[in-house]
């Protein structure tokens, strides 16, 4: 059957009718400090990790910064009406650490959390319950600077931070995210140098995922001790295809398992390290930066895991060179990563896969069973979007991108996995960080030369989405969709 939506895209209809979500499973829209706040230089902030990165030639497609971005520094206002008219019930964003202490120790930088003061309470006001993000990826620099993630003070430094921001915006904000994505702050950030600190090393990397993870658990601990609060991180499982079912790409599914998922997943749920990491890492894990009580403290209760999905990735063998720990060599675990190509792609170049989604999270409920309720705290796509004529943004992939994929999660909680949310990626187009401004990921399109802010198509139908809790194909907005 093909039906078209209040957009005019049209699609086959999902075969078990219009998801309904259940009552009371929070809708919300996601951003980060670096990639929507500008004001670089304002209000005290320290240089991170990012601003430097972005100032080497080359590193940053057309040599962007997150100097000005989407100036919600100063538009903060603006925004959150867009969220308060979009009529969301949670607003996921991150906090700078570098405005909070410029060079990641020491005093709280007063201008930085009064920032976060009044954003906090302009979400209230609105009617939106803010969810935030302790470290979405901009280090001080000044840590970075004494080893960055590769050093364990750096994780006692993230929780002194975390217990300052809890400390002064714990009343209000009840939801915390510890990290956001550590699988990239560590190894593409210190593995392969395509995010920032640049770093392409071997034993370094495992060192910085190591860090994060205890980073992680000295977080949880401190906002424990601040009160009454749900506290979780927010993780990238990936679904892995492998190319072929030979025994040497499924040996290679393993390995990027490990690298992806379980390194993660393993440590923080299942009180264990991974089961394949000596076949994954061979001599570069050499556990040197590991301790006695690390994996208790890692793996402290959590109220909730945060899960981003955009695409799977297909895993074949690939040829493996042998590190060498001594030369710190990048880490290679003998696998090519590519995109399935029998299906759309987005411009990120990410293949359209729904239905990966909703094996992703059963797979996730069936291999840990002690996994807390999930949220899935960005999920979006990056579109070739134009203003048309009308003045309008006529997204109808993104608009379908969302729809499949919403479908695909009601899905998953049809057979039982339990989902308490979906936070849209993006709130705004903003810096997709290597990719500069070239992706735009928005439900609101911002055009970087005025800054103005145009709610594109797809903001208009997850608005009417939301209001509805449930998918909808054919009926406009005014209708009673229950009789769908
Ligand atoms: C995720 C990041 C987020 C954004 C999206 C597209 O990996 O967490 O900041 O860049 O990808």
Same mark, same amino acid.
């Given at each position: 059957?093909?039906?078209?939506?209040?957009?005019?895209?049209?699609?086959?209809?999902?075969?078990?009718?219009?998801?309904?979500?259940?009552?009371?499973?929070?809708?919300?829209?996601?951003?980060?400090?670096?990639?929507?706040?500008?004001?670089?230089?304002?209000?005290?902030?320290?240089?991170?990790?990012?601003?430097?990165?972005?100032?080497?030639?080359?590193?940053?497609?057309?040599?962007?910064?997150?100097?000005?971005?989407?100036?919600?520094?100063?538009?903060?206002?603006?925004?959150?009406?867009?969220?308060?008219?979009?009529?969301?019930?949670?607003?996921?964003?991150?906090?700078?650490?570098?405005?909070?202490?410029?060079?990641?120790?020491?005093?709280?930088?007063?201008?930085?959390?009064?920032?976060?003061?009044?954003?906090?309470?302009?979400?209230?006001?609105?009617?939106?319950?803010?969810?935030?993000?302790?470290?979405?990826?901009?280090?001080?620099?000044?840590?970075?600077?004494?080893?960055?993630?590769?050093?364990?003070?750096?994780?006692?430094?993230?929780?002194?931070?975390?217990?300052?921001?809890?400390?002064?915006?714990?009343?209000?904000?009840?939801?915390?995210?510890?990290?956001?994505?550590?699988?990239?702050?560590?190894?593409?950030?210190?593995?392969?140098?395509?995010?920032?600190?640049?770093?392409?090393?071997?034993?370094?990397?495992?060192?910085?995922?190591?860090?994060?993870?205890?980073?992680?658990?000295?977080?949880?601990?401190?906002?424990?001790?601040?009160?009454?609060?749900?506290?979780?991180?927010?993780?990238?499982?990936?679904?892995?295809?492998?190319?072929?079912?030979?025994?040497?790409?499924?040996?290679?599914?393993?390995?990027?398992?490990?690298?992806?998922?379980?390194?993660?997943?393993?440590?923080?749920?299942?009180?264990?390290?991974?089961?394949?990491?000596?076949?994954?890492?061979?001599?570069?894990?050499?556990?040197? =930066?590991? /301790? $006695?009580?690390?994996? &208790? @403290?890692?793996? *402290?209760?959590?109220?909730? +895991?945060? %899960?981003?999905? !955009?695409?799977?990735?297909?895993?074949?063998?690939?040829?493996?060179?042998?590190?060498?720990?001594?030369?710190?060599?990048?880490?290679?675990?003998?696998?090519?990563?590519?995109?399935?190509?029998?299906?759309?792609?987005?411009?990120?170049?990410?293949?359209?896969?729904?239905?990966?989604?909703?094996?992703?999270?059963?797979?996730?409920?069936?291999?840990?069973?002690?996994?807390?309720?999930?949220?899935?705290?960005?999920?979006?796509?990056?579109?070739?979007?134009?203003?048309?004529?009308?003045?309008?943004?006529?997204?109808?992939?993104?608009?379908? =991108?969302? /729809? $499949?994929?919403?479908? &695909? @999660?009601?899905? *998953?909680?049809?057979?039982? +996995?339990? %989902?308490?949310? !979906?936070?849209?990626?993006?709130?705004?187009?903003?810096?997709?960080?290597?990719?500069?401004?070239?992706?735009?990921?928005?439900?609101?399109?911002?055009?970087?030369?005025?800054?103005?802010?145009?709610?594109?198509?797809?903001?208009?139908?997850?608005?009417?989405?939301?209001?509805?809790?449930?998918?909808?194909?054919?009926?406009?907005?005014?209708?009673?969709?229950?009789?769908?």
């Amino acid at each position: 059957m093909s039906t078209s939506d209040s957009t005019g895209a049209t699609t086959a209809a999902p075969a078990a009718g219009f998801p309904e979500f259940p009552p009371g499973f929070a809708f919300g829209a996601a951003t980060a400090s670096y990639q929507i706040e500008g004001a670089h230089d304002v209000g005290g902030r320290g240089p991170s990790i990012w601003d430097t990165y972005c100032r080497q030639p080359g590193k940053v497609a057309g040599g962007a910064t997150g100097d000005v971005a989407c100036d919600h520094y100063h538009r903060y206002r603006e925004d959150v009406a867009l969220l308060r008219d979009l009529g969301v019930d949670d607003y996921r964003f991150s906090i700078a650490w570098p405005r909070i202490q410029p060079t990641g120790s020491g005093p709280a930088n007063a201008e930085g959390l009064a920032f976060y003061d009044r954003l906090v309470d302009e979400l209230l006001a609105a009617g939106v319950r803010p969810a935030a993000t302790l470290y979405h990826w901009d280090l001080p620099q000044a840590l970075e600077d004494r080893g960055g993630w590769r050093v364990r003070e750096t994780a006692e430094r993230f929780a002194e931070y975390t217990a300052i921001v809890a400390d002064r915006l714990g009343d209000r904000i009840k939801r915390w995210i510890t990290l956001n994505e550590p699988f990239c702050a560590a190894f593409v950030g210190y593995a392969i140098g395509r995010h920032a600190p640049g770093a392409k090393e071997g034993t370094g990397a495992l060192a910085a995922a190591h860090h994060l993870l205890v980073g992680h658990g000295l977080a949880v601990r401190a906002l424990r001790a601040a009160g009454d609060c749900e506290v979780g991180v927010t993780l990238n499982p990936d679904r892995l295809l492998p190319a072929t079912d030979s025994a040497a790409d499924l040996a290679a599914v393993r390995r990027a398992d490990t690298l992806h998922n379980a390194v993660w997943f393993d440590p923080i749920f299942a009180g264990r390290y991974p089961e394949h990491e000596a076949e994954t890492w061979g001599p570069l894990a050499d556990g040197s =930066y590991r /301790r $006695d009580g690390d994996l &208790a @403290l890692i793996g *402290a209760p959590l109220d909730f +895991v945060g %899960v981003n999905y !955009y695409r799977p990735i297909t895993i074949a063998a690939a040829p493996h060179r042998e590190p060498d720990p001594a030369a710190r060599t990048a880490v290679d675990i003998g696998a090519a990563e590519s995109w399935r190509d029998d299906v759309r792609h987005t411009t990120m170049g990410w293949p359209v896969v729904p239905e990966a989604f909703t094996e992703l999270l059963l797979d996730l409920d069936a291999r840990y069973p002690n996994l807390p309720p999930l949220y899935i705290t960005e999920n979006g796509s990056a579109e070739a979007d134009t203003v048309a004529a009308d003045g309008q943004v006529h997204d109808a992939d993104r608009v379908a =991108y969302l /729809r $499949d994929h919403l479908a &695909a @999660l009601a899905e *998953a909680v049809r057979a039982g +996995v339990d %989902v308490r949310g !979906y936070y849209v990626w993006s709130l705004l187009d903003n810096f997709e960080w290597a990719f500069g401004y070239d992706k735009r990921f928005g439900i609101v399109r911002v055009d970087y030369d005025t800054l103005e802010r145009l709610p594109k198509d797809s903001y208009r139908w997850y608005q009417d989405m939301i209001r509805a809790h449930r998918l909808r194909h054919e009926r406009p907005a005014a209708t009673d969709h229950r009789q769908d």
